[in-house]
């Protein structure tokens, strides 16, 4: 922290401080996790730590259980970074923000660009049964009923295919 304030412009400050903030998220500090999150994004808005600091600040918020904040994060994450290898989880974390409101219309349709787009990331599995719980709190249970059967299909040896086994 001495060096970051001696040296606020120095590109070494950007890599510490985002290291303060990955200490800070681990140590469940997610409030000191925003703000050296924020620091690195208010300061050097393109610089190659700006997208992970926007991600970790709406994991953070996530974590926080504050779904429309970490839902807005995630949103505007998923516009200003197109290209960032955290898409696939910023959008299944949105998916799973618009789920926690209690907006399932929103949630399933997120769930689905997930599953669209990034059929192949580790979080297809769980994207495609939250897909059809969301189903389910809308009352389709019939397309529920194929959201998990696709499940098994695809994802045989998953923890979620066991859960949707149960369904």
Avoid: M
Avoid at 24 to 44: E, K, P, S, T
Avoid at 132 to 153: H, P, V
């Amino acid at each position: 922290r001495k060096f970051i304030d001696e040296h606020p412009d120095s590109p070494l400050s950007i890599v510490a401080q985002y290291q303060i903030g990955e200490q800070c998220f681990q140590q469940g500090d997610y409030d000191d996790a925003i703000a050296a999150y924020q620091w690195i994004l208010d300061r050097f808005p393109d610089n190659e730590y700006a997208d992970n600091a926007l991600f970790r600040i709406g994991q953070a918020q996530a974590q926080q259980n504050d779904p429309l904040p970490a839902l807005q994060t995630f949103r505007a994450f998923l516009e200003r970074y197109p290209q960032s290898e955290y898409r696939p989880t910023a959008q299944y974390e949105a998916a799973a923000s618009y789920f926690r409101l209690g907006d399932f219309v929103n949630a399933a349709l997120e769930y689905q660009a997930v599953l669209q787009n990034f059929p192949a990331d580790a979080n297809a599995p769980q994207a495609l049964f939250e897909y059809g719980n969301a189903l389910l709190k809308l009352d389709r249970a019939a397309d529920a009923a194929r959201a998990f059967e696709q499940l098994i299909q695809r994802f045989p040896a998953s923890a979620q295919a066991q859960q949707a086994g149960f369904v």
